[in-house]
C-alpha cells in the first residue's frame, strides 16, 4: 500500500501539508490504521505460512506461482495438463485438477489464497468464485476482459473483507514511486502529454477470419478452457498462447502492457477516468482479433492542482515514439540503468534464493531494459522517460541527471508485489494494487479496448458506466455469459 514515508513514524512534515492537496485521492485511506483483528478474521499470523492454490499452471503461472513459493502450494487447475507439466512435475504429490470449481469444492478447507493465471475472459468468473468462498486473490492483469467484470470484482473485495491483488508488477517498483515523486516536486512542471508504447503484439491479429477446426489434444478439455466464452471448433490459433489477439478472449497489447507502462502516470498523475477516448490510428481492422497496429488518445480533466491531460498510446512500436524536441536521435531515451545511480530495487526486499529444480530457479529473468516498451511525460519545464515497469527512469535531455538528486521520499517502497500481498491476506496492509486501485486502472485500459473497436471519439460517463455519444461502444461494457457460467 502507498502511503507517506513520516506517517509511520506518525508526523506529518510541511513538506506533506505542502503536498497534500494534490496527493489526496492518490493514496487509497485504506491502509491508514483500518487493519481488522486478525484473530476475528481468522487471519494468519505473519510468520504462518499461507495454503495456496493455483488456478492456471502453465505458461505465465510459473513466473506467479514461483513469486509465492515461499507459501504452501496445496492444488492446481488447469484443463491443459501438458501445458502445465513443468508445474505438475515440480510439485508430484499436491492434487490436480482441470476444472477450478471442482477445486474450490473439494479443497475448500485447506485452501486460504488463490493464485489466478489464465486468459482474460475468465479472470471476473474464476475471481468472483473464490472471493465468494472468502478466499484472498492474486489476479493477472489487466483484472478483466469488461469494465463491467471489472466493478462487480471491486465490489466483491471490499464485501467479502479478502487481500487481493493484480499482477501488475511495476507498480511495486522503487521506480514508479520515485517518478511519482519528481512529478509531485515540480521538477517537470506541469504535465500534459504522455506518450506510452509497447513492440507488442508478439502474436497475429489483424486476422480477417476464424481458424478451421482441428482436433482438441488428448490433453485438453477445450470445454473448460472456453468456460464462460460461447461454444467454438478448437484451434490451435487460440491456445495455448495466442488467444491474447482475439476480442473473445483477450485485451490485446493494451491489456498484455498498458497495464505496466501506463501504472507510473497511473500513479504519479492520478489519472482517474478520462473524459474521451479515441482510436485515431488502426491497421488491419477486422472483427475477430484486435488490429496489428493501433494509436489511442485518451483525454483526462484536471485533477485537482494538475491540468487538463492527454496520454498517446501505440502499439506495434520499434522504439519510442515520440521524442521531445531538441532530443539528439543519438541519444537513448529509456536508459539500461538510472543515470544517477539511484537503484530501483526495494532495499527493504530480503533477497531470496531459490532451492535447487524449484520453480522459481528455472523462470528466466532479465535485468537489461529495452527501449520497446515504456513512457514519456511531457512537462512545461521539461520531460521525463521511464521503462516498461518504471525500473528505470530519466530526466531528459541526460545531462540534466549528471548533478539531479531526487526529491525526498513522500511513498514508500513495496518489499514486492508478491510479498505485498503476502502480507496483505495475513492480515497487513492492502497491497499496492489491490483490486479498489487496480480496478479503475484496469477500466482505464479497457476502454482503450473498446476504442480499438469502434470508430470515432468516444465520450465517457464513469459514473453511469456510459458512453454517451455511441450505442455499439456500449455493447462492449459488459460480457455475455455462456449458459452454466457467470458471476453475481
Avoid at 170 to 184: F, N, P, Q
Avoid at 237 to 247: D, S
Avoid at 378 to 400: F, H, I
Avoid at 442 to 465: F, H, N, P, Q, Y
Wanted: glycine content about 10%; some cysteine; aromatic content about 10%.
Amino acid at each position: 500500500m502507498l502511503y507517506y514515508a513520516d506517517m509511520e513514524k506518525n508526523q506529518l512534515s510541511r513538506r506533506h501539508f505542502f503536498y497534500g492537496a494534490l496527493l489526496a485521492g492518490a493514496i487509497p485511506a485504506a491502509g491508514f490504521g483500518s487493519t481488522p483483528s486478525l484473530g476475528r478474521l481468522g487471519w494468519k499470523s505473519p510468520n504462518e505460512k499461507l495454503n495456496l492454490a493455483a488456478i492456471g499452471a502453465g505458461g505465465r503461472a510459473e513466473t506467479n506461482i514461483a513469486g509465492v513459493e515461499s507459501e504452501n502450494i496445496v492444488a492446481f487447475a488447469d484443463p491443459d495438463s501438458q501445458r502445465a507439466a513443468n508445474m505438475f512435475s515440480w510439485y508430484p504429490d499436491i492434487p490436480k485438477y482441470k476444472d477450478y470449481r471442482v477445486m474450490l469444492d473439494k479443497e475448500d478447507k485447506d485452501i486460504d489464497a488463490v493464485v489466478i493465471t489464465i486468459p482474460d475472459h475468465m479472470h471476473g468468473v474464476a475471481a468472483m468464485a473464490c472471493m465468494e468462498r472468502g478466499k484472498h486473490v492474486y489476479l493477472e492483469k489487466p483484472l478483466t476482459r469488461t469494465i463491467w467484470e471489472a466493478r462487480k470484482l471491486v465490489e466483491a473485495a471490499k464485501k467479502y473483507g479478502v487481500a487481493t491483488q493484480m499482477g501488475n508488477q511495476g507498480y511495486s517498483s522503487d521506480g514508479e514511486r520515485v517518478t511519482s515523486e519528481i512529478i509531485w516536486s515540480g521538477e517537470i512542471g506541469n504535465v500534459t502529454e504522455v506518450h506510452a508504447w509497447t513492440d507488442r503484439p508478439i502474436w497475429p491479429q489483424g486476422i480477417t477470419s476464424l481458424p478451421p477446426e482441428e482436433k482438441v489434444p488428448d490433453t485438453l478439455d477445450w470445454d473448460l478452457w472456453l468456460g464462460c466464452a460461447e461454444t467454438r471448433p478448437f484451434s490451435t490459433a487460440y491456445v495455448p498462447f495466442n488467444w491474447r489477439g482475439w476480442y473473445d478472449f483477450g485485451c490485446g497489447a493494451l491489456g498484455d502492457i498498458a497495464c505496466h507502462v501506463l501504472g507510473g502516470p497511473n500513479m504519479g498523475l492520478r489519472l482517474g477516468a478520462p473524459t474521451s477516448i479515441e482510436g485515431i490510428k488502426k491497421e488491419g481492422e477486422n472483427q475477430y482479433t484486435f488490429p496489428m497496429a493501433e494509436v489511442v488518445r485518451f483525454d483526462f480533466p484536471a485533477r485537482g492542482s494538475m491540468p487538463p491531460l492527454k496520454i498517446f498510446w501505440y502499439s506495434a512500436a520499434k522504439g519510442p515514439m515520440y521524442r521531445p524536441p531538441g532530443i539528439s536521435e543519438d541519444e537513448q531515451l529509456i536508459p539500461d540503468m538510472n543515470l544517477a545511480g539511484m537503484t530501483t530495487t526495494s532495499k527493504k526486499a530480503p533477497a531470496r534464493t531459490a532451492a535447487a529444480g524449484s520453480p522459481m530457479s528455472r523462470t528466466a529473468t532479465t535485468s537489461r531494459i529495452r527501449d520497446t516498451n515504456g513512457c514519456i511525460y511531457v512537462g512545461d519545464k521539461g520531460y521525463m522517460s521511464a521503462s516498461n515497469y518504471g525500473e528505470t527512469y530519466q530526466l531528459l535531455p541526460a545531462e540534466r541527471m549528471k548533478d539531479f538528486q531526487p526529491p525526498p521520499q513522500l511513498l514508500t517502497r513495496s518489499p514486492g508485489h508478491y510479498r505485498d500481498w503476502i502480507r496483505a491476506c495475513k492480515g497487513g496492509d492492502p497491497a499496492c494494487s489491490n483490486f479498489s486501485v487496480s480496478g479503475p486502472f484496469s477500466e482505464l485500459v479497457l476502454l482503450g479496448v473498446i476504442a480499438t473497436r469502434v470508430d470515432g471519439k468516444l465520450e465517457w460517463d464513469s459514473a453511469r458506466m456510459r458512453f454517451t455519444n455511441n450505442e455499439e461502444a456500449n455493447k462492449y461494457l459488459v460480457p455475455a455469459f455462456r449458459k452454466g457460467w457467470g458471476m453475481a
